[in-house]
């Protein structure tokens, strides 16, 4: 099974579309996770036409997508377990406190988003992905997005590009 993973979109604040890239690249998935900051719910109708999704609202979404998602989500697929959390909060840095929402919940992999930043580390055991962000790079050279590969194990990758 292929995941295509992505946060921090801020559709339109940020970009007018999703960029062409993930709409190509996402064509090919089995699922789709968005780690929050979407921006818009039609950004949720156009991943839907691709793939299933699974998403979580994040700080700097509307009110319409923070009453319509969830802040954290945990989803079984080819039996591992995915925890997805935006990571915003008060006290202490994104990691953390995405590894902390799940502290309580056995999970395989933890799907983060907030700092724009591309992560990718397992500790203790739990694969800790922050696919970056396809259209807010900040200080990153590239933008990106991210790619899970579930059968044999976990395997994900950053998929780093420029400006269309």
Same mark, same amino acid.
């Given at each position: 099974?292929?995941?295509? &993973?992505?946060?921090?979109? /801020?559709?339109? @604040?940020?970009?007018?579309?999703?960029?062409?890239?993930?709409? #190509? @690249?996402?064509?090919?998935?089995?699922?789709?996770?968005?780690?929050? %900051?979407?921006?818009?719910? !039609? &950004?949720?109708?156009?991943?839907?036409?691709?793939?299933?999704?699974?998403?979580?609202?994040?700080?700097?979404?509307?009110? !319409?997508?923070?009453?319509?998602?969830?802040?954290? $989500?945990?989803?079984?697929? !080819?039996?591992?377990?995915? =925890?997805?959390? /935006?990571?915003?909060? +008060?006290? =202490?840095?994104?990691?953390?406190?995405?590894?902390?929402?799940? !502290?309580?919940?056995? &999970?395989?992999?933890?799907?983060?988003?907030?700092?724009?930043?591309?992560?990718? $580390? $397992?500790?203790? #055991?739990?694969?800790?992905?922050? *696919? =970056?962000? *396809?259209? %807010?790079?900040?200080?990153?050279?590239?933008?990106?997005?991210?790619?899970?590969?579930?059968?044999?194990?976990?395997?994900?990758? /950053? &998929?780093?590009?420029? +400006?269309?």
């Amino acid at each position: 099974m292929i995941v295509g &993973v992505l946060s921090d979109t /801020h559709i339109p @604040s940020k970009a007018k579309a999703l960029p062409n890239r993930i709409i #190509q @690249s996402f064509k090919e998935v089995d699922h789709i996770i968005h780690a929050g %900051d979407i921006g818009s719910i !039609e &950004v949720l109708d156009q991943l839907k036409a691709l793939a299933p999704v699974t998403a979580v609202c994040g700080n700097a979404d509307p009110d !319409e997508i923070k009453t319509t998602l969830q802040a954290k $989500e945990i989803i079984t697929l !080819e039996g591992y377990r995915i =925890g997805i959390v /935006h990571g915003h909060g +008060k006290a =202490g840095k994104t990691l953390g406190r995405a590894m902390k929402c799940f !502290e309580n919940d056995h &999970v395989d992999c933890i799907v983060f988003g907030h700092s724009h930043i591309p992560f990718r $580390e $397992e500790i203790d #055991q739990v694969l800790l992905f922050n *696919p =970056g962000s *396809p259209t %807010d790079k900040r200080r990153n050279e590239f933008f990106s997005y991210g790619i899970i590969k579930l059968g044999d194990g976990l395997k994900a990758k /950053h &998929v780093f590009f420029t +400006k269309e």
